[in-house]
């Protein structure tokens, strides 16, 4: 027994998500495919297949004959967009899985709590860069305190559309608080790079973190539960990878750190740095948008656990 699926927005995130969930998916079944351009080559594709389409929006996959039968929405459109969505089918009872920086719903990231927010009507994807660095913070976290928390994520410009240009602001705020929230960082701060170049280049993300750790075998436990956390990742983002071994370098005592975090009992005496790659399935987009495939793989994952704990209940 599937369960069916909707998902807003027919651009380049929606329709890499539509075929991940025809191709890999044993318990989840596409439903609908909604967008808002009847001209959209993910509408044109979802036809192609079978799938019942409407360009008129959400209100046109609620008047649609199987909206009834359809349980979890994915809305990949844009942060205000998916506030009016979510006000439109929460009543409803429909689950959703928000792949926007909205941040309506709480944060999943599902390496670090895929298991906490079953039962939240609507949930937060964070961003690309949020899922590629925060279970790496999450993981450091686990061993030490993290005093102070920094991600870059470069992804190639060919790879952002006009969703995620337009949510600029959106993405280094929601993945700035993720870090804390889910990440376990004490403070939080996210910058994302569009890189232009040709050919364009794969994900890129590095991850900065600031802890106590003067114990080498501190430090080791770091690296191990890092490892750990990059195979666990891995296990649904088959492109993700650590690009370089972990570097824990011990902070000079001028460096000016202060001014990133407060002064607690343990300072900061190292820095973690951690730098990965994402390469992309190639699903529908090129392996270079790994930002797109991260995020519409954690989404994949998210969904299918809410599905098997629907079925088991």
Known sequence: MTTKVAVIGSGNIGTDLMIKVMRTSTLLEMGAMVGIDPDSDGLARAQRLGIPTTH?????????????????????????????????????????????????????VPAVNIDDHLSAPNVNMVTCGGQATIP?????SRVVPVAYAEIVASIASRSAGPGTRANIDEFTE????????VGGAAAGKAIIILNPAEPPLIM????????HAPEPGVQDEIRASI?????????????????????????????PVRTLVDAPVDAPTHQVSVFLEVEGAAHYLPAYAGNLDIMTSAALRMAERIAASTAGS
């Not at 790496?136 to 450091?140: I, K």
């Not at 890129?204 to 802890?211: G, M, P």
């Not at 490892?227 to 460096?255: F, H, N, S, W």
């Open 204 to 211: 890129r993300d590095t991850v900065f973190a600031l802890v």
């Open 227 to 255: 490892e750990k956390m990059v195979a666990d990742v891995a296990a649904y983002v088959p492109g993700y990878r650590l690009k370089q071994q972990v570097q824990i370098t011990e902070l000079p005592a001028d460096q």
């Open 56 to 108: 008129e929006g959400v209100e046109g996959l609620m008047r649609l004959p199987g909206f009834d039968e359809i349980e979890i929405v994915f809305d990949a459109t844009s942060a205000g967009a998916h506030r009016r969505n979510a006000a439109l089918l929460e009543p409803l009872g429909k689950r959703l899985i928000d792949l926007t920086p909205a941040a309506v719903g709480p944060y999943v």
């Open 174 to 181: 929601t993945t700035s608080a993720a870090i804390v929230e």
């Open 136 to 140: 790496v913070v999450a993981a450091v």
